[in-house]
């Protein structure tokens, strides 16, 4: 109860501001990207920090969720294509996850990830190649639909889908088989199974993701689902801690806002970047959350101990 | 027949360059199983070292070469004493993520420097510009010292890791890195040494892609590195002659798409190579399969 009266609040805050113009168009771009890195981050976070399966072919699904939502709202222009568009382009990216993932989730470790890699670059050079995304240059003019109300209901649908399927007795299987996956096939579990489950909810997450960004910013190409944007996504994940979905959305708004400031410095914005990349790896390996999950709860005790540390001294 | 010969000699060339990089790539996977990939980005630092010598210093062909090597060996063993041996017992995600950093920071620190655009090799004077013509067959005096050169680095690696004590003990890494240590060899110098040799070996590839080439550009290495790297792949993670195989392998195939197929699909060839390897054989041609032990 209390969460719902949480989501209600943040919902409700938000649209005032952005109802009563609070929020400028360029924070309004932010928020918006705010939210679909923390569907990518949260669906990324499923199959890397849960399962355990490093993915570095994330972009790669969301460009097929783009893709096909903008290529359907620019020909059935209402909101009843959008919805289709949104389902279908998450339909298509979770079945090309089933599709790859069958075959390469056999492998293990770095061999996935470069598998995936390799994925998401061949989905790239074949949007490249074909005519009708017309190549390179890339679509425009993509019909806008999405607005604060429609990113809200996706991502939260998102959030809580994926932490309630962790709670779940598949979700728990997924984690048995990160923490030690022989272990998890000599207790029973299919491991190959709850490994290609979790790879496709991943990639039906990341499709979503796709076709809001497709939506809302009404312009593709495929360099902006290149390697990098991968790593982006990679980066959201092991800085908010592999393994906690609060962790992931925390990185996911502290990394937005870094970056949205470091944009006066454009000339050393990249190797800023980098080097706290780098710092962060060396210093907090583990990530800013770790494993743990940021809750109601969390706080209460995090403020307890504060008081007693006080108290001691 | 005799256009298909051409195209093989052109894919001989390249694959040279993917055989240089990918054994940088392997050494590295080998003895601390990380994918390094800043090596592209020593690769084209390389490139650059290179170009500064011969545009500013005036110097010729093969000191230009080994000033880049030198420099990249200097490089390479900076990287890893900075960026990954604090990390030596961190899980292999965050070695990998900062290895994507070192990458980034290469890159966009380059870009800082010398700016984005794309620059030229000087004209190469003498020797360099002559060819050979066997019938239709053209064989430039550049892809023969290209080719040679890279032949006379493999045989002198082989030598190193084969014959000398430091190329024991790279072996011995590898193979079990505590009982290596158990046996007194120092594990920190011999995984210095390894960057250091792979470094040196991507400086000297970006030197010749720069001759052969003509043009650089700060973000030149991602790709010919994710290429040697699925070279590595295909030869067999670890194993040396398995990397300049798959080098040669490569190069032969993206030239053969790119003359007989659609060049805008050659990259896509070579994923696409690289995830049926990785069904097939997932340890590559001349890897063997080891079974996991709990």
Redesign the interface.
Known sequence: MKKLIALGLTYAVIQILIMTNLISDYLQATLVTICINIILAVSLNLI?GFTGQ?SLGHAGFMSIGAYVCALITMRTSTIYGFIIGVFAGALAAAIMGFLVGL??L??R???L???S???S??IR??F??LEITNGAAGLNNIPQFVNWTWLFIFMTATVLGISNFIKSSHGRACISIREDE??AEAMGIDTIKYKVIAFVIGAFCAGIAGALYASYFYFIKPDLFG?LKS?DI??IV?LGG?GSISGSILAAILLALISTYLQSFP??R??L???A??AI??FR?QGLMGSRELSLEFIGELGNRLKSRKGRV | MEGFLQQVVNGITLGSIYALMALGYTMVYGII?L?NFAHADVYMIGAYVGYFCMTFLNLGFLPSLVIAMFVCTVLGILIEKI?YR??RN?????????A??????L???M??FVSANVRTYPEMTGIMTKSINMGNIVISMQQIILVSITIILMILLQFIVKKTKIGKAMRAVSMDKDAAELMGINVDSTISFTFGLGSALAGAAGVLVGVYYNTINPLMG?VPG?KA??AA?FGGIGIIPGAMIGGYFIGAVEVLVAGYG?S??R??VV??I??LI??VK?SGLLGKNTR?K?
């Open positions: 890397t490093f075959p390469t056999r492998l470790g770095d061999y990830a470069i598998a890699l390799g994925m670059e061949i050079i074949i490249l190649n022989i272990a390697f790593v990679l980066v092991v592999m000339e050393i990249m190797v970047y980098a080097a990349l780098i790896m060396i390996p | 199983r994918i960026a604090p990390l961190a899980t292999r995600i965050s070695v990998l993520i900062t994507i950093g070192v990458s980034l920071f890159q966009y620190g870009m800082f991602t994710l790297f699925i792949v659609n805008m699909y990259d896509a994923f696409a690289l995830i990785l069904i997932p996991e709990v």
